[in-house]
């Protein structure tokens, strides 16, 4: 048997009784290992994330299927077979740590591939869309999800209030209050990389890209009647069917598909292609497959590997590349700086976010600070150095993105449609789920004032008629057409 030590490795006599002068006490002060344990517990939590914080997450593989190597140079697509490991990590938006799994909101899918050139990060979510379409409204937004500053409640006329003045939101909000809105698992779920990113092969030609992972398990919702019953018999469900599929040998899967778009397409089509609230319609980019995603293990330690994850879309790899896509753009910002704040200067060292490949950086000192520069040479601790020290390559040069235009404040409502796509996706539906999507709405706007519900319907009326009238029917008010 080990014995057990201090975190100094010293040996430990006795775990039992703390050391004190005699039998009834006081405690003395240099018992350390009973000082070391209580502040040790003092420093178990770290701050939970603002968004996505309660999460589920596994192992896995990337298998390439097709060849994609004429629209990227990126290694991890290099040949069919090829296969990358990666990280999974599940999540819902608005809840905290302890929220319970099967609430009504949209998931996190994020993927953390270990590829040759680097760790390749896709931060998507099951939804093709999103709520807004400029990250300066990501906080205000974000704000209407979490409690209310007096009342410490989740406050439905905020949600409603902010939606209604943002008719962005309606394809998502859409999406949402459809069946999709409470997937039974994790693995019954697809994922989308929702922003447009840009692919750039061997030439240098670039292509706009979204990624798609549609899942093999099939879809499976639970109603809302579903879900509370369900709440009220566990709050992690997700854990639970997660963790034991794969300690059962049940290896879920996903098809890995991406939408190409010429570069120059990009001006010509009738929709923003970088407006994170539309989608690439299927007919003009169809689905081109990729490969096959499986997840085959679990973390050993969920603190360590799954709360510690640090996903972030700044981390690319060469051949992936951003685009002008304003929500993308912010999130490159927020999400690093998220992990630099939460886990520390130094979180991509840690063995969950550690590349597996080489890392040769020339960053210095900060918390937690383990880990040697590899650099080759003590005194290599600059750059450039003359003494042999890791430096740039021009081989992998990016190709340049070209963006023009005028740096001003452009109103990002000003020529976008908001309601096409919504209905697009309403016509998908038959009589069935759209009559549970008008009760899921419904059930949604309670206690919220008529002034915002007329607000909403008279967005509903413009996606469609029977969607206003539908919504109006369902809550039990008359809609002022
Ligand atoms: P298609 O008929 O080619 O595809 C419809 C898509 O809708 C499928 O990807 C399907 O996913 C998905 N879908 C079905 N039900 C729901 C739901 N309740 N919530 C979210 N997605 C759902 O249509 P188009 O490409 O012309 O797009 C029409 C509408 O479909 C869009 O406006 C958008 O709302 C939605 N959609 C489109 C996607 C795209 O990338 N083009 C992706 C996802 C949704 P599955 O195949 O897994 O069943």
């Given amino acids: 048997m080990k014995t057990m030590t201090t975190s100094g490795g010293a040996p430990i006599a006795d775990n039992q009784n703390s050391a004190t002068a005699g039998p009834r006490g006081p405690v003395m002060m240099q018992d350390y290992q009973l000082i070391e344990k209580l502040a040790h517990q003092n420093r178990e939590r770290i701050p939970e994330r603002v968004v996505h914080a309660k999460g589920w997450g596994a192992y896995g593989t990337l298998t390439v299927t097709e060849d994609i190597s004429k629209y990227t140079r990126a290694e991890i697509f290099s040949k069919v077979g090829k296969q990358t490991p990666l990280l999974t990590r599940f999540s819902t938006v608005a809840g905290e740590l302890g929220a319970a799994d099967a609430e009504r909101d949209v998931r996190g899918f994020s993927i953390k591939f270990y590829t040759e050139e680097g760790n390749w990060d896709l931060v998507g979510n099951n939804t093709p869309v999103f709520f807004?379409?400029?990250?300066?409204?990501f906080p205000d937004f974000i704000r209407t999800q979490k409690r209310h500053p007096k009342t410490n409640l989740r406050s439905t006329t905020a949600m409603w209030d902010f939606w209604s003045l943002s008719p962005e939101s309606l394809h998502q909000v859409t999406i949402l209050m459809s069946d999709r809105g409470i997937p039974k698992t994790p693995m019954q779920m697809n994922g989308y990389g929702s922003h447009t990113f840009s692919f750039y092969n061997t030439d240098g030609e670039r292509f706009w890209v979204k990624f798609h992972f549609k899942t093999q398990q099939g879809h499976a919702h639970y109603t809302n009647a579903e879900g509370a019953e369900l709440i009220g018999q566990t709050r992690e469900s997700?854990?639970?069917?997660?963790?034991g599929a794969i300690e059962r040998g049940e290896h879920p899967k996903w098809t890995m598909y991406v939408q190409i778009m010429p570069e120059a397409d990009a001006d010509k089509t009738s929709y923003n292609p970088f407006d994170l609230t539309k989608v690439w319609p299927h007919s003009e980019y169809p689905l081109i497959k990729v490969g096959e995603m499986e997840l085959n293990r679990n973390a050993d330690n969920y603190f360590a590997e799954i709360e510690q994850a640090a996903f972030s879309p700044s981390n690319v790899v060469p051949g992936i590349g951003f685009s002008p896509d304003k929500v993308l753009q912010g999130r490159l910002f927020a999400y690093a700086d998220a992990h630099r704040y939460r886990i520390g200067t130094h979180y991509e060292a840690l063995p969950v976010n550690a590349p597996k490949c080489p890392v040769h950086h020339y960053h210095k000192d900060g918390s937690m600070r383990f880990f040697q520069n590899d650099t080759g040479n003590p005194d290599a601790y600059y750059e450039p150095n003359s003494v042999g020290g890791p430096s740039q390559d021009e081989s992998y040069r990016e190709p340049p993105l070209t963006v023009t235009g005028d740096i001003d404040r452009h109103n990002h409502r000003d020529g976008n449609d908001d309601y096409v796509q919504p209905r697009a996706l309403f016509e998908l539906f038959d009589a069935g789920q759209r009559e549970r999507l008008?009760?899921?709405?419904?059930?949604?706007?309670?206690?919220?004032?008529?002034?915002?519900?007329?607000?909403?319907?008279?967005?509903?009326?413009k996606i469609h008629p029977d969607y206003a009238q539908g919504v109006a029917d369902a809550l039990g008010v008359t809609l002022l057409r």
């Fill in 132 to 137: 807004i379409r400029d990250p300066l409204k």
């Fill in 238 to 243: 997700y854990q639970e069917e997660l963790f």
């Fill in 438 to 461: 008008f009760s899921n709405i419904a059930a949604a706007m309670g206690g919220v004032p008529d002034e915002i519900v007329q607000r909403q319907l008279a967005h509903f009326e």
